[in-house]
Structure formats: structure tokens, C-alpha cells
């Protein structure tokens, strides 16, 4: 049986709004349309949603043209994340290690395309994981990129690791089991299934029994 163990990025492996936070601020004060800097509050609101979303956070500026400075600030923050990486949570190279020897593991994130690629790069976590998916590669929220990767490699059974509660719907629109890390970003209705640091990650899997079924 193919079994997998699907991460989140952002509130799951690492935390990176400090330093998204600063690169867009850079990107924008070339835009005099933007009349205001973003606070890192205002960013860790954003984290989980799509990348078309973020234009939220220039309010003042035409659509069309706010979609402009999306792209510029999120192709400067990839090059500027390969030098000023994200911290990796406590414990995560470990504990990936570990599921790595039992499990396939996998990456989806509503990110942009290239994101995915420069925390495995600058983090040294490219050897533990199979492939992953995003928004921007696909165009697709997680619940379809979750599914891309299962058919793409006939997995069997997979759950996803998340810390939101969009997390969680994702996992019910792609009808998977749901692994909650309350040491992220925001909260989620189902915590059945919690870890409260990566180290309990292995062993929550092994309670949830999904695998062995």
C-alpha cells in the first residue's frame, strides 16, 4: 500500500513572516501607489491563502495594477528567501527524518510557485520529500493539489498536516484524515488529531491508526 504524509509550509515546517514581511515592504516602497507599509500582523493574516488573495494588503490601489505589484513582490521574495530563509520550527529536520524512513512525504501549499522549492533549498529539506504542489503551479487550492499528487502517485491513503482551518477543510473536500500542529499560526475546529511540536508528529500518526488499517 502507497502511503503518504502531506505537509503544509507556512505554520507547519517554518515561519517566514518576518521575513516575507520585510522583502515586500522593499518590493512596494518602489510604488508610490501603495501609500502604506505592511506590518508582519498583516501578513501572518494572510499565510494559508492563495496568492491571488494578497492583493488584499494594497487596498488603496486599482485591481489590475495591484496584481502587478503581487507579481513583482512575490518573484523578489523568493530570490530574497534563498538568502533570508524562514526559521524552521524546533524539531522539524528530526522529525522528518524519521517519517521518512516509514512514509512518503509530500509538500502542497497555496503558495506561489517557487516557494516550496527555496525552503527546501535553503533549509536542506529537498532529500526528505517525493515532489509537491501549489497554487501557483497549478492554479488549484489544496484540497484538488492534494488529489494532483495522489493520482500523480498512486498513493493509496494520505493525511495532511496543517494549521489552519482552512487546512482542515481542505483535508474534507479531498477526503483525507487531518493532523492538527497547534505550535502554528492559527487554529482549526478539528483537533482531534493534535501535536503541540513536530517530536509528537510520529507518534500522533501512529495513534490515528489510518495507515494501518
Known amino acids: 500500500m502507497n502511503k503518504a504524509v502531506i505537509f503544509d509550509v507556512d505554520g507547519t515546517l517554518w515561519d517566514a513572516v518576518s521575513v516575507i514581511t ?3 515592504n522593499h518590493t512596494i516602497s518602489r510604488f508610490p501607489e501603495v501609500k502604506s507599509t505592511i506590518t508582519e500582523e498583516q501578513m501572518r493574516g494572510m499565510m494559508g491563502k492563495t496568492m491571488d488573495e494578497f492583493t488584499a494588503l ?3 490601489v486599482e485591481s489590475t ?5 503581487l507579481a513583482c513582490c512575490s518573484e523578489e521574495e523568493i530570490s530574497y528567501l534563498q538568502t533570508h530563509p524562514g526559521k ?3 524539531g522539524i529536520t528530526e522529525m522528518l527524518a524519521l517519517l521518512h524512513k516509514e512514509y512518503d512525504l509530500y509538500v502542497v501549499s ?7 522549492e527555496a525552503l527546501l533549498q535553503a533549509c536542506d529539506l529537498g532529500k526528505y520529500f517525493v515532489d509537491h504542489e501549489c497554487f501557483g503551479h497549478t492554479g488549484q487550492g489544496k484540497a484538488k493539489n492534494i488529489r494532483v499528487l495522489m493520482q500523480r502517485y498512486d498513493i493509496d491513503k494520505a493525511i495532511y498536516i496543517g ?3 482552512m487546512d482542515y477543510e481542505a483535508t474534507l473536500e479531498a477526503n483525507i484524515p487531518f493532523l492538527f500542529v497547534s505550535y502554528g499560526m492559527g487554529m482549526a475546529e478539528n483537533r482531534r488529531f493534535e501535536a503541540k511540536n513536530p517530536s509528537e508528529i510520529p ?3 501512529r495513534k490515528m491508526r ?3 488499517l
Open 163 to 165: 494549521d489552519t482551518q
Open 110 to 116: 497555496n503558495c506561489q510557485e517557487g516557494y516550496i
Open 210 to 212: 489510518y495507515f494501518s
Open 22 to 24: 520585510e522583502s515586500w
Open 65 to 69: 495594477r495591484a496584481k502587478e505589484i
Open 203 to 205: 507518534d500522533v500518526i
Open 88 to 90: 524552521l520550527y524546533p
Open 58 to 60: 494594497f487596498p488603496e
